[in-house]
């Protein structure tokens, strides 16, 4: 039963365009959330997170946005690079003891055209 | 400062054989985990150190699986007996704050 959900598999962008990569949880406990990069043969890369407590968190080119009623974070990137091309995923944290395990979706690939 | 890092970055065991992987976290971090990444998968929790105890191991898929951490410092993660469906990235991460993890670039273990 995945609780964390990257419904789409890979996506394209031209350079210079906005990426929007997307996730949906089940868990109600989870109140942080992270999205990492991953290039291949390399471990996953921390990128932005945000509490539960937030709506949005913006650094730089990133920016993360949570509708907690509707359980679905999303990451924008904009302007996409070609070197933005990994893999993007999204995981969660729960509060409380056992809130040191990360739990990640399956991932999302993006592919950012020169 | 160096990164976690991690060794063997490949392992091929036929199956049967015993492995052993190793992980070496950023200096003093004292929270280690280690986490299994089957292919087309994210990565999925095994077991988490805190120093030298291990303080939840209930993500090890079968008890083929032992995690040891005795000196606070580097990890080792031993699978016995491999198996086919033990094939998957084993991800090692490290971190001052239990939220702010690190992943080391993992070890590629396919068992034939």
């Known amino acids: 039963d995945q609780q964390v959900k990257q419904n789409s598999p890979s996506l394209s962008v031209q350079e210079g365009r906005i990426s929007i990569l997307n996730c949906d949880y089940t868990?109600?406990?989870?109140?942080?959330f992270l999205w990492y990069k991953k290039y291949p043969a390399e471990g996953p890369t921390f990128l932005i997170s945000i509490s539960s407590i937030k709506d949005k968190n913006e650094d730089g080119r990133f920016t993360v946005f949570l509708n907690k009623s509707a359980k679905h974070l999303s990451l924008h990137i904009v302007p996409s690079q070609p070197g933005d091309s990994a893999v993007y995923f999204c995981?969660?944290?729960?509060?409380?003891?056992?809130?040191?395990?990360?739990?990640f979706g399956k991932g999302t690939l993006l592919t950012v055209n020169p | 400062g160096a990164g976690v890092s991690q060794s063997p970055r490949y392992k091929v065991a036929k199956r049967g054989q015993d492995v052993a992987l190793r992980c070496d976290p950023i200096s003093g971090h004292v929270s280690l985990f280690w986490y299994q990444q089957a292919l087309g998968q994210g990565p999925e929790f095994l077991t988490y150190f805190q120093n030298e105890a291990q303080l939840d191991k209930s993500g090890l898929p079968s008890d083929r699986f032992f995690a040891e951490r005795p000196e606070g410092s580097v990890s080792t993660l031993k699978i016995q007996r491999t198996q086919q469906e033990d094939s998957a990235v084993y991800l090692c991460a490290s971190s001052l704050a239990v939220r702010e993890q690190f992943f080391g670039p993992g070890t590629r273990l396919t068992v034939l």
């Open positions: 995981a969660a944290l729960r509060g409380g003891g056992s809130n040191y395990k990360l739990t």
């Open positions: 868990n109600s406990m989870f109140d942080y």
